[in-house]
């Protein structure tokens, strides 16, 4: 092998074994663009952008894991995920009691919600499954 083909096949390995720059093209309004700046402060926007082509990737293995170890990770990634959420709704009900009057409210009435499925209901969870006493 020739000392061309080694230096090839060196750069090559360097290549794959940490993260590489990447070019894109974000297609967005030049408002949302100044939004998204002012809202990065000092980080800069390459550092921002991988950051969410990490989340998209860790949302994509999050839908698509099948078994063993994969679930697992992506039961992980869910659980910050759902952490993260937390976090943002008690800031932004903290901020707004009446909005967190509403959503609550709202909560009770809905089929989905585990303080009821229908309004005026007594709701019991029992081995799993919600008993309703009318």
């Known amino acids: ?3 061309r083909s080694r230096q090839r096949e060196q750069r090559q390995q360097d290549r794959g074994q940490g993260s590489r720059d990447r070019m894109a093209r974000v297609h967005v309004s030049d408002d949302t663009w100044i939004a998204y ?9 390459s550092v921002a952008l991988g950051k969410l082509v990490e989340r998209e990737v860790a ?3 999050r839908r698509t894991a099948l078994g063993g170890e994969g679930v ?3 039961v992980q990634d869910a659980r910050r995920v759902a952490e993260e959420l937390q ?17 609550r ?8 919600s585990p303080a009821g499925a229908v ?3 007594d709701v019991a969870r029992r081995d ?7």
């Open 1 to 3: 092998m020739g000392r």
């Open 37 to 45: 700046r002012a809202v990065l402060g000092s980080t800069p926007v």
């Open 59 to 61: 949302a994509h293995h």
């Open 72 to 74: 697992r990770d992506a």
């Open 87 to 103: 976090t943002l709704i008690r800031r932004l009900e903290a901020a707004n009691p009446d909005a967190r009057r509403a959503a």
């Open 105 to 112: 409210a709202e909560e009770s009435r809905s089929p989905d």
């Open 119 to 121: 309004a005026g209901t």
């Open 128 to 134: 799993g499954h919600r008993t309703f006493d009318f």
